[in-house]
């Protein structure tokens, strides 16, 4: 059973940063690529960061690139987003997510299987003021 737990999510005024944390557990990490989307009321869930298998190849979106990093703890099982310089439109429910790596290219571009074979946390708001 796959299980995912965001937390780290807050309010924080623009240009702040923080911190969200996902704690997996359940399945062969290694085998798996994961990301972090975010969704706003009555908009879509949308990528915003991939980080592959190997623990090393990442990918962002272009909105945020040069403000957040994704990373993987492999000793805790954990994946991260770092979000720094943070800005008025990143507000937004931020999910993690798991998917086998052999069911896609891991990429901001192509995460459209993890909306049906994928695993979510529950996810966790960010709000940022200004």
């Known amino acids: 059973q796959v299980k995912l737990l965001e937390s780290g999510g807050g309010s924080v005024q623009a240009g702040g940063s923080l911190r969200l944390s996902c704690a997996a557990s359940?399945?062969?990490?290694?085998?798996?690529?994961m990301g972090w989307f975010r969704q706003v009321p009555g908009k879509q869930r949308e990528p915003v960061a991939t980080?592959?298998?190997?623990?090393?190849?990442?990918d962002v979106v272009d909105s945020v690139k040069g403000r957040f990093t994704i990373s993987k703890d492999s000793a805790k099982s954990t994946l991260y987003l770092q979000m720094d310089s943070l800005k008025p439109e990143d507000s937004a429910v931020y999910y993690c997510?798991?998917?086998?790596?052999?069911?896609?290219?891991?990429?901001?571009?192509?995460?459209?299987?993890?909306?049906?074979?994928?695993?979510w946390g529950q996810g966790t708001q960010v709000t940022v003021s200004t």
């Open positions: 997510g798991a998917i086998w790596a052999s069911l896609l290219h891991c990429s901001v571009l192509t995460t459209g299987p993890f909306e049906k074979m994928g695993d």
């Open positions: 359940g399945f062969t990490y290694s085998n798996y690529c």
């Open positions: 980080i592959d298998s190997d623990d090393r190849t990442t």
